[in-house]
C-alpha cells in the first residue's frame, strides 16, 4: 500500500495560510496593503485582544461586485496578475487573492464590498475558508473585512501567540509603516476601544512623522523632495534630521 497521499483540501489550505499568516498583526498587513492596491485614501483598523479576538478593516477603495467578491477567497485568484512578467514587477504589495483565503482558512471572516453604490454591496461570511452565506447589504464604495477567531481551526499556532498587548505592538508597528510610507491616505488605528494613532492623509511627509513620534521630534526633520531616477522604477523621498 503506498504511504504517499495527496492532502484534502482542508489540510492544504491550513498549511498555506501557516506560511502567509503568522500571528494578527501578518493579517493587518495583508489586509492593508489589499485596501492601499484598490486605491483608498482613508483605512481605518479597528481590533480587540491584540487582534486576537477580532479585526477590522474598512476602506474605501474601488470595491467589488459579486463575483469578485466570491473569487476574492478563492486560492490563486487574483486582479493584480494579467501575465507572467506581471510577477516580477512592483506595481503592487501583492495578490488580494492570495491574503484572503489563507486569512480565511484559519478563522472567522466576513467581508462587505461594494463596487457601484447605486447597485448596491454584497456580504459574505464564511469559516474555515467554507462560505456559509452571500448577501445583498447597503453600504457605501470600498470594502470591510472582519477577523474574528483567528486560528481557532490551528491550536499550536495560536498557543504560540503573545499576550494581547505584545500582539497589538506588533499590529501598531505595520501601521506606523503604512502611515510613514503612504501619507497621503488617512489611516486610524484603534485598540480595545483606544485610538491610538490617526494620520491627516494630507500627503505630508512630515505630518505623517509628526502623528507618529511627535511635533518635538518631527519639526526639527528637513523634507528630501521626492527624486525619481532617469533609468530606475522608482522614486526616493523621505525625511532627515541631524
Known sequence: MSQIRILGDDVINRIAAGEVIQRPASVVKELVENAIDAGASKIDITIKGGG?????????????????????????????????????????????????????????????????????GN?????????????????????????????YNTPARRKFLKSDNVEAAHIRDVVTSVILTHPEIGVTYRSDGRQLLKSTGDGEVLNAIVRIFGAKDGTQMVEVPKQKHPS?????WGAVST
Do not use: Y
Not at 123 to 144: E, F, K, W
Not at 232 to 236: I, V
Open 52 to 120: 486576537k479576538r477580532s479585526i477590522r478593516i474598512d476602506d474605501n477603495g474601488k470595491g467589488m461586485d459579486e463575483e469578485d467578491l466570491l473569487l476574492s477567497i478563492e486560492r490563486h485568484a487574483t486582479s493584480k496578475v494579467q501575465e507572467d512578467d506581471d510577477i516580477f514587477g512592483a506595481h503592487s504589495l501583492g495578490f488580494r487573492g492570495e491574503a484572503l483565503p489563507s486569512i480565511a482558512a484559519v478563522s472567522s471572516m466576513t467581508i462587505e464590498s461594494c463596487a457601484t453604490p447605486d447597485e448596491g
Open 232 to 236: 530606475l522604477p522608482f522614486s526616493l
Open 123 to 151: 456580504q459574505l461570511h464564511c469559516v474555515g475558508g467554507v462560505i456559509r452565506d452571500v448577501t445583498p447589504c447597503a453600504r457605501a464604495r470600498g470594502t470591510s473585512v472582519e477577523i474574528k477567531r483567528l486560528f
